[in-house]
């Protein structure tokens, strides 16, 4: 069973440039959660969709988007790019109960 | 809100040695608590977790952890610790039975191991 995958591995982006970074959850699962980790701030939850519904959401500003589809893949889009946007962004998925939450490799972002 | 605290920013063992990594959580009502992995770059593995039942539960490659409820802990353990233990460890708790929170963990801050040969 493949696990959650993440694209691109690497990104480059320089200052007002906007982002779009894609994951693909573990087969079955139906939530899909984003987070973003930096030296400074650590692990912080970004947010989460399931089936195609956004059901939480942490304190980021509304620069930082996402969105699921039907088939339970997630984008999330960053607009107006920021130094301090450089970070890994990790995607985990689940079965959107009580289950163990999976997190994939990250996408690592630097803003340039 | 929920939080949790890793206390050891950083921590060095000899190889052989045994290792504990304490984690303390404030959550409402009751956790549920993981333990995760991460090497540098990588993303996060799981080594175990809590949901209910046993509260001593054990994980992948050795180690296990003891959720005490009147502590608000749940230190992650390894009697042997191997080289390729060397990592990033981080706790982390999710929102128990009756949350609406699932998919979203809060994380500590993590534990450096360092392993000297």
């Known amino acids: 069973k493949a696990g959650v995958t993440q694209t691109p591995r690497y990104l480059i982006k320089t200052r007002g440039q906007q982002v779009t970074l894609s994951c693909s959850p573990i087969s079955g699962h139906r939530s899909v959660s984003w987070y973003q980790q930096t030296p400074g701030q650590g692990l912080q939850f970004l947010f989460e969709?399931?089936?195609?519904?956004?059901?939480n959401k942490g304190n980021f500003p509304g620069r930082f988007s996402g969105r699921q589809f039907s088939n339970s893949r997630s984008e999330m889009n960053v607009s107006t790019l920021e130094l301090g946007d450089s970070a890994l962004y990790l995607c985990a998925s689940s079965l959107g109960g009580t289950g163990t939450i999976f997190f994939g490799s990250g996408t690592q972002l630097s803003v340039l | 809100a929920q939080s949790v605290t890793q206390p050891d920013i950083h921590i060095t063992v000899s190889e052989g040695a045994s290792l504990e990594l304490r984690c303390n959580y404030s959550?409402?009502?009751?956790?549920?608590l993981f333990w995760y992995v991460q090497s540098p770059g990588q993303g996060l593995q799981l080594l175990l977790k809590y949901f209910s039942g046993d509260t001593l539960v054990q994980g992948i490659k050795g180690f296990e952890a003891e959720f005490k409820r009147s502590q608000s802990s749940f230190n992650l353990r390894k009697p042997s610790v191997h080289w390729s233990d060397a990592a990033e460890y981080f706790c982390a708790v999710g929102a128990g039975a009756g949350g609406t929170s699932y998919g979203k963990l809060t994380f500590g801050q993590g534990t450096i191991l360092t392993v000297h040969p």
């Open positions: 959550y409402g009502a009751t956790p549920y």
């Open positions: 969709y399931f089936s195609e519904t956004q059901r």
